[in-house]
């Protein structure tokens, strides 16, 4: 569960890197909980194809943020912007960061 | 030049999504200022493959910033961090944005 909540995170943060049928695939399970069984129905496949494409996904996300980092940086200057002061630039730093 | 200090700031930041080829193909024509006939040359390859690794790696990075914005987001960031008034706070903000 606390591992599904930090690959929804990557997946907010690293979707634009995804392929449309990587990003619609991973929504669906872990976006909006249809079992790998309810998608491959819907979308007329086999269970396994649905599996392969969820596993890709997972490690490419893994991927990404060991190479950019991005969670690890937003998270650290998400606490940062808690230790700033002056409020304005508090919140223009949680916005840019989309926290 | 304008243009290529650009590209050069976009491959710091995106260069861990690039193959190694790209990335050494990258270094050589714009870090270490070796011509395409030059790096050819090196590669025991055509001066069209050198450019068309060249072309593709451009495209890549104008298309990684389309994506994440991570230049965009680091130079407000930046900015912001030249406005904080706590010292401690704005140096950490630029260690995590590499500035």
Same mark, same amino acid.
């Given at each position: 569960m606390? !591992?599904?909540f930090l690959l929804v995170e990557l997946f907010e943060l690293y979707k634009g890197l995804l392929t449309e049928k990587q990003r619609e695939t991973f929504s669906l399970h872990y976006l909006y909980d249809l079992s790998l069984a309810e998608i491959a129905e819907q979308?007329?496949?086999a269970r396994q194809s649905v599996h392969t494409i969820i !596993?890709?996904?997972k490690a490419k996300l893994i991927e990404f943020e060991d190479t950019?980092?991005?969670k690890?940086?937003?998270d650290e200057i998400n606490?940062?912007?808690d230790e700033i002061e002056? !409020?304005?630039l508090s919140d223009r730093l949680k916005e840019i960061i989309g926290k």
């Open positions: 606390e !591992k599904d979308d007329g496949t !596993k890709q996904v950019l980092h991005l690890e940086r937003f606490a940062i912007s002056n !409020k304005g």
